[in-house]
C-alpha cells in the first residue's frame, strides 16, 4: 500500500468533485457551519438467521499500541494537498437506474446519492453489554444494537500510518447473494512509542473519575467492580499524571481534588477502596462538579479528561443527555476537556451513556467483569488519554457507473450531512493512538460492471493545532470478485460475522431489511468457530460462544 503523510488542508468545503483516471480534481465555496445531523432511533427489526458476536481480546496490563501488518485490499493511500481529492459520483449512465444510498429499514425509499458521510467511532458499549445479556440468558434489547460498535470490538490487521492521522484500506469480497458484496473501509491510528522502560510515551494526563455512588449501584458487578477498575487505572498511570475523584448520588461531592500520581497512588487507592452506595441518582450534580473540578485543575500540556462510571439509570436532577452537557459546553469547548463513558451493571441506560459520550466529545464502553476491567482500564483507557485526531469523519463517494445500491451497516447515530464533510463546525470523532475504525457496507454492483467501485476519505483536525488533513484509499470492482468465506482474508471475515450477528440482533422485530449475504444462525457459528481456529484469537472463540448462545435462546 503506497503511503504518504496527510498534508494540513485549507478550511474550506468541497463544493464539487470529479473522477478522472488516476485522479481527482476539487473546487470550493464559502460555508455556513450547521447543527449536527439529529441522532436517529433504530427500530426493531426481524431475527434473521444470521447471528454472530465479537469478543474482547482480555490480555494483562500494559497497553499494546495498534494493529500492525499490511492490507489485503486494493486500496492506496493519499494525503490531500489542497487540489487532489476524493472524486465525487457523476450521474449514472444512460439507462442505468439511480437508487443508491440505502439505510435499511423497509419503509424508507433510498434517495439518488451515492455519498456516505459519518463521524467515526470507537466505541465497544453495544457489544459489551449484547455479551452480558447473553450471558444472563436473555437476547438484548435491539434498542441496545449498534453493529458498528460489534464491528470495532475486534481488532484489525490495517497498516498503520508513517506519522499521525490515518491510513486508509479499502477492501472487500462478494457474498452469496448475487451482485451483492461487502466493502470494507478500515482507517488505522499509529500506535504510541515506547521509552526505555517499555511503556508508553505520551503528554501527562489529568483525568478527573467522577463516580456513580446511588443506591443502585450496590449491585453486584457495578460499584465492587468500579473499584478493581478504578484501583487498576491508579496502578497504570505514570508518575507525571494527576487523578481528582468526584462521586455522586442524591448530591455531588469532591471526594480527592487533583492530585498528582508521583508519590500519592496510596492516598488514590484509599479513596478508591472507601467508596460506598447512598441513595438517588444525580448525573447531572456529578458530571458538573466533575467538570468544574476538571477546569480548576486544567494542565497545559496535559490531556484533560473526565472519566465517568456509572449504569447511567439518572432519576434526579436532569436526566437527559443534551440538558447534562448544555452545563459543560463550556468546558468541552473552550478547554477541549474530553469525556470517556464506562458503564457497568445488568440494568444499564446504554442509550443515555452512549449520547453523554458522543456529544461530549468522547467515547464509552461496557465492563462485566475483571477480565473487561482489565482489558478498558489497562489497555483501551490509556491509549484514550493521547488523541491522534479530533473530530474525525469519513466519506466515503461510490461510482454510480458501478454500482447501483450500497449501504452502511450501522453509525445510525454518527451519520453526517454529506454537505458537511468538511465542514469543521460539525462534530466527528476522537481517535487515540493504535486505534482502527471500521465501516461495513452492503453494496450492489451492476451487472457486468467493472472498474472503480468507491473511494473512501477519511477529514480529522490535529489535536493540537485544529488544521485539517485528509487522507483517501479506493478499490476496484477486481478486489471485490473472492469469496467471503472462502477467499477474503480472515480478519475480513471476522468483520463480516460481527455486522450480520449485530444487525441480526436488532431486526428480529421488523422494520429493516435483510442484510445481503446473511446465513443461518448455525452456519455463522461455525465460521466463527473456524476463524478461531484459525487466527487463535481468544475473542472470536467468544464470537462463536456468543452466537450459539443467541441462537438457543431464539428457538
Given amino acids: ?80 494537498n489542497g487540489t487532489d481529492a476524493k472524486p465525487r459520483p457523476v450521474a449514472p449512465s444512460p439507462g442505468g437506474s439511480a437508487e443508491g444510498e440505502s439505510d435499511g429499514r423497509r419503509a424508507s425509499a433510498p434517495p439518488a446519492d451515492y455519498l456516505s458521510t459519518f463521524g467515526l467511532d470507537v466505541d465497544t458499549a453495544s457489544y459489551g453489554y449484547a455479551r452480558r445479556t447473553l450471558a444472563d440468558g436473555h437476547l438484548p434489547d435491539p ?93 497504570q498511570l505514570h508518575d507525571e499524571d494527576s487523578v481528582a475523584v468526584v462521586t455522586f448520588s442524591g448530591k455531588a461531592r469532591t471526594r480527592l481534588a487533583m492530585t498528582p500520581v508521583a508519590g500519592n497512588r496510596e492516598q488514590i487507592h484509599k479513596i478508591v477502596d472507601g467508596l460506598r452506595t447512598d441513595d438517588s441518582t444525580n448525573v447531572e450534580a456529578g458530571i458538573t462538579l466533575g467538570y468544574d473540578e476538571a477546569v480548576k485543575a486544567l494542565r497545559p500540556g496535559a490531556t484533560n479528561r473526565v472519566v465517568l462510571l456509572s449504569d447511567g439509570l439518572a432519576n434526579t ?126 453494496v450492489r454492483l451492476r451487472p457486468g460492471a467493472t472498474g472503480h467501485v468507491a473511494t473512501a476519505t477519511v477529514r480529522w483536525l490535529d489535536p493540537n493545532t485544529r488544521a485539517p488533513h485528509e487522507r483517501s484509499g479506493e478499490v476496484e470492482e477486481s478486489a471485490l470478485r473472492g469469496d467471503l468465506w472462502t477467499q477474503a482474508p480472515p480478519r475480513l471475515q471476522i468483520t463480516a460475522v460481527a455486522a450480520y450477528f449485530a444487525s441480526a440482533l436488532r431486526e428480529r422485530d421488523g422494520g429493516w431489511e435483510r442484510v ?19 487466527t487463535e484469537d481468544s475473542a472470536v472463540r467468544e464470537l462463536s460462544d456468543a452466537i450459539r448462545q443467541a441462537g438457543q435462546l431464539n428457538r
Fill in 317 to 442: 436532577g436532569a436526566t437527559t443527555a443534551d440538558a447534562i452537557l448544555k452545563r459543560i459546553s463550556g468546558a468541552r469547548t473552550e478547554h477541549g476537556i474530553t469525556l470517556y463513558g464506562v458503564g457497568v451493571g445488568s440494568q444499564y441506560n446504554d442509550a443515555f451513556m452512549e449520547q453523554l459520550a458522543d456529544k461530549g466529545d468522547g467515547h464509552t464502553t461496557y465492563v462485566s467483569d475483571r477480565e473487561g476491567a482489565r482489558k478498558v482500564f489497562c489497555e483501551e483507557l490509556p491509549a484514550q488519554i493521547e488523541l491522534r485526531a479530533r473530530d474525525a469523519k469519513a466519506q466515503v463517494s461510490f461510482d454510480p457507473q458501478t454500482v447501483e445500491r450500497f449501504r452502511l451497516i450501522g453509525y445510525d447515530n454518527r451519520k453526517v450531512d454529506d454537505q458537511d464533510f468538511r465542514n469543521d463546525a460539525v462534530d466527528g470523532g476522537e481517535v487515540g493512538p493504535g486505534h482502527t475504525v471500521t465501516a461495513l457496507y452492503a
Fill in 516 to 534: 445481503p449475504g446473511s446465513v443461518s444462525l448455525d452456519q455463522l457459528a461455525g465460521h466463527a468457530q473456524r476463524l478461531a481456529d484459525r
Fill in 1 to 80: 500500500m503506497a503511503s504518504t503523510a496527510p498534508t494540513a488542508l485549507p478550511k474550506r468545503p468541497i463544493q464539487h468533485l470529479r473522477r478522472f483516471k488516476g485522479a481527482a480534481v476539487t473546487s470550493h465555496q464559502d460555508r455556513t457551519p450547521r447543527i449536527p445531523h439529529p441522532a436517529r432511533r433504530r427500530r426493531h427489526g426481524r431475527l434473521i438467521a444470521a447471528l454472530a458476536a465479537t469478543g474482547l481480546l482480555l490480555t494483562g496490563c500494559g497497553y499494546s499500541g495498534g494493529s500492525k501488518g499490511s492490507s489485503n485490499g486494493a486500496s492506496a493511500n493519499r494525503g490531500w
Fill in 143 to 235: 434498542a441496545t444494537i449498534r453493529p458498528e460498535e460489534f464491528v470495532n470490538s475486534f481488532r484489525q490487521d490495517y497498516q498503520e500510518p508513517d506519522g499521525d492521522g490515518f491510513s486508509v484500506t479499502v477492501d472487500g469480497a462478494r457474498t452469496t447473494d448475487a451482485d451483492w458484496s461487502l466493502v470494507r473501509v478500515g482507517l488505522a491510528t499509529r500506535g504510541s512509542g515506547q521509552g526505555a522502560d517499555g511503556a508508553e510515551r505520551r503528554a501527562p494526563a489529568a483525568l478527573t473519575f467522577v463516580v456513580d455512588v446511588s443506591g443502585s449501584m450496590a449491585e453486584p458487578g457495578r460499584l465492587d467492580l468500579v473499584r478493581t477498575s478504578m484501583n487498576l487505572m491508579t496502578d
